[in-house]
Every structure is written in structure tokens, then in C-alpha cells.
């Protein structure tokens, strides 16, 4: 029979697995959100959406479901209309945007991949919100240069998700600052990094983790100093830095 010490020693080791996108030190308290606040209250296209993502092999690059549900609210909350989402994925957080928005709001959605997306497109189709995104496949950074070329493009968008390579934040960041307008919101993925941003240089993480832990401590840093922006970083799923424009 396990001693006490050997159930929490193994407790800790699943909440490293399943715990990826809630930085909370219990299973069973992040367990009690979704099941309490999030999952009574997920529209049923997001719910069939998670479950189909679930069973694809790069599942763990999925926005939660927690995140999914904040982010709905936060765009009705600023009234957004024009937005951008930079890394889709299967299209979670891009559903919970497109639910959020009035009837005539936009999504200019760009990913590298448009097979995954293609995965989710029928359930957003379903939903009856498909019209309202506008998908390119390939790199952001030649997309958002060549908008940043056209005047009437600048400080055009209410609010802009970024979740995609994390070696070329920075390099949005610079971006997006022009495109957001003022008092418009960019929200940065992962910023906590799987809690990497706080462990020792000699902890046991998984390549990828450890590969782009000093990308996310630098755009931190950056963000943190950025006299353009007012931040706020929230512990929701793996960490998402909210920015909001001030000049």
C-alpha cells in the first residue's frame, strides 16, 4: 500500500503531464473549475471542438478550456470587432472569438498549417460563425508587413491572440503595437511556459519546453519595460499576458 508521501510524489507527477495548461498545484482544484464554472457553461460547438481535438496527436497545443471561456467574455467586455489570431491550431480559441463577436465581426486568422484548422472548420461552420473569419495559411510576420505598408490598416484591430511560435513574439510584438489601436488589447500565449519561466537551470524539462523557455523570459522582460503598454499576466491555462495599448 502507498504511503502518503508516495500518493502526493505521484500526484505531483501526473499534475506534470496533465496539468500543462493550469499552472494550479492541484488536479483536483483545477478539476473543480471545469467542471463547476467552465464545462456547465461551454457552448456546445467549443465542447464538441475540444473533444475532437483531444484526440489528435499535437492535442497538448490546444488553448484550454478555461482560457477559452475567459477569453469569450473578455472580447464581449471590450466590445470587440475586428480582431486577429496569430496560431489556430484545430480552432478553440478561434470559436471562442468567433461566438464572442457581433454578426459583421472579423477574425483575420493565420497559421502555418491549414490541414489542423480544416480538422475544426466543419464544427465552426456548424456553429454558423465560419463567415466571420478570414483564413490564411503560412508565416504571419510577411502578412502583418505588408499590412503595416497600408495606413488605413494601423490601429485598426480591438484585439489580437497570439499563439504560435514563441521564438518570434518579440518579433510580432513589433509588429502588432502598430496594428492594435489605442485602448485595444493583444493577448500573448504561454507566458508561463509550462511554470519553466521559474525552474533551475539544470531542471529536468522536455526539449521543446526547454528550447523556448529563454524566448518567453525575454518577451517578459520586454513587455514589462514596454512604455507603449499597460500589462497584465494571469495564471489562466499556461499563462496569458493581456497588453493594452496606451499610445
Known sequence: MATNQEQQQNQAGR????????????????????????YPREP???KELREL?????????TTS??????LNMLLKLINAKNTMEIGVYTGYSLLATALALPDDGKILAMDINRENYELGLPVIQKAGVAHKIDFKEGPALPVLDLML????????????????DKDNYLNYHKRLIELVKVGGLIG???TLWNGSVVAPPDAPLRKYVRYYRDFVL??????AADPRIEICQLPVGDGITLCRRIN
Open 53 to 61: 481535438t483531444a484526440k489528435h496527436p499535437w492535442n497538448i497545443m
Open 65 to 70: 478550456a478555461d482560457e477559452g471561456q475567459f
Open 149 to 164: 505598408e497600408d495606413g488605413k490598416n494601423h490601429g485598426s484591430f480591438d484585439f489580437i491572440f497570439v499563439d504560435a
Open 218 to 223: 525575454e518577451l517578459n522582460k520586454a513587455l
Open 188 to 190: 500573448y500565449d504561454n
Open 44 to 46: 456546445e460547438a467549443m
Open 15 to 38: 499534475h506534470q503531464e496533465v496539468g500543462h495548461k493550469s499552472l494550479l498545484q492541484s488536479d483536483a482544484l483545477y478539476q473543480y473549475i471545469l467542471e463547476t464554472s467552465v
